[in-house]
Structures are given as structure tokens and as C-alpha cells.
């Protein structure tokens, strides 16, 4: 199965920008997903991509991706404190209906 | 506008109960699935079922089983609640061919004592 790695942790200030990384093992990766999950709820779907696009940007979200190294981004603009939250990433391949989570980044936003 | 709904939010049960977690979706989806979270792992995949009557073991299916009767309904059971379950219990749905992911229901805390 796929693996998919995340940093843990992730301070930042209000009005900054985040960033939060996430490898993945498998190339043949077709679809890839970032969730948000708000403290004592289950998991949103934020935004997602596609192997075949290097970027997407939705408002304050941009994706990147790196498929060369294997290395999805998620960038958030503007950092508010609503987005404090676990983001997971996620990868599927597209003959396998199962996603493959990263263990999640806990993002903080500081005044 | 309720899409997966998981029967309750908390739950408290005594060692040795038999429990019952009820996942319920309204998006004719194929494909059910039930994770549980842990501080620090993540999500980890119990069961998963991809057809009425289908079910499959995930990557930790010891100490639970699973019952799908009907395509909207997919109901975890712990046999013999051991304080080693209490966790967060997140079920979720999706479509074979569907590229925006599962939508997950909002979540069973479950505490056994």
C-alpha cells in the first residue's frame, strides 16, 4: 500500500502564511487530497488534485505538486485562527477505491 | 444537508459490553469504510465494505467485526469492549470512480471503562 508522511506539528501566526508537507511512496498516486478536521468533528474535504496538474489554487489554498519527488503542498494565504485544525493528506491510486492518510499535521495559529 | 451519519457522538461502556456503532449514509455509495484516530497514528482502517453483504479486514480488524445488511448502513461491532478501543471512531463513504475522496461522518467518541 501507499505510504503518505507528514511533519506533526505546525506553529504559525495569525495573518501569515502555512505550509504543510506531505511525501508520499507510490508514483502511480493518482488522485491526491488534503482534509481538515476541526477539534471533536470528522474530516472535510478541503481540496484535491490530480497527478496530471502541478497546481491548483482555490482562494486561499493553493496545491502543489511535485511528482518527481513525490511531494504535495498545501498553502494556506492569510492564516486565520478558524483554520487552526489537523490536515491530512491523502493519496489514492485510480483502480483502488481506498485512500492512504498521512498521520496528520496539527496546524496552531498564534496571535 | 446531513450525508454520513454516525448514530452517536459519545459513548461510554463498561469492559466486556458488546457495542454497536452505526454508520448511515444517504449518497448511494458503494463503498463503506469505519477508521479509527489515536493521538500520533492517525487514522487506521478497521473494516471497509465495498457491497451489500461485502467486507473486507483494514489494517487493525482485531477485536471488531462489521455488519452491512443494507447498502446505507454499515454498523461496527466491538465483541468485548477492552479499554484498549477507547478512541475516536470515524466512519466513511465513497463511490468507485469517485476522485473527490470519502466524505466522513462527524465521529463516535468512545470511551470503555
Known amino acids: 500500500g501507499e505510504d503518505v508522511e507528514q511533519s506533526l506539528f505546525l506553529s504559525v501566526r495569525e495573518g501569515d502564511s502555512s505550509v504543510i508537507n506531505c511525501t508520499y511512496t507510490d508514483s502511480s498516486s493518482t488522485y491526491l487530497y488534503w482534509y481538515k478536521q476541526e477539534p471533536g468533528a470528522g474530516l472535510q474535504l478541503l481540496t484535491y488534485i490530480f497527478s496530471n496538474m502541478d497546481m491548483k489554487q482555490d482562494q486561499r489554498l493553493t496545491v502543489l505538486l511535485n511528482k518527481k519527488d513525490k511531494h504535495l503542498s498545501l498553502r494556506i494565504a492569510d492564516t486565520q485562527t478558524g483554520d487552526s485544525a489537523i490536515y491530512f493528506c491523502a493519496a489514492a491510486f485510480s483502480n483502488d477505491y481506498k485512500l492512504s492518510f498521512g498521520a496528520g499535521t496539527t496546524v496552531t495559529v498564534r496571535a | 444537508d446531513v450525508k454520513v451519519t454516525q448514530s452517536s457522538r459519545y459513548l461510554v461502556k463498561r469492559t466486556g459490553e458488546k457495542v454497536f456503532l452505526e454508520c448511515v449514509q444517504d449518497m448511494d455509495h458503494e463503498n463503506m469504510f469505519w477508521y479509527r484516530q489515536d493521538p500520533g497514528l492517525g487514522l487506521r482502517l478497521i473494516y471497509f465494505s465495498y457491497d451489500v453483504k461485502m467486507k473486507e479486514k483494514g489494517d487493525i480488524p482485531e477485536g471488531y467485526s462489521v455488519s452491512r445488511e443494507k447498502k446505507e448502513r454499515f454498523s461496527l461491532i466491538l465483541e468485548s469492549a477492552s479499554t484498549n478501543q477507547t478512541s475516536m471512531y470515524l466512519c466513511?463513504?465513497?463511490?468507485?470512480?469517485?476522485?473527490?475522496?470519502?466524505?466522513f461522518g462527524s465521529g463516535t467518541r468512545l470511551t470503555v471503562v
Open positions: 466513511a463513504s465513497s463511490s468507485p470512480g469517485q476522485f473527490y475522496g470519502y466524505t
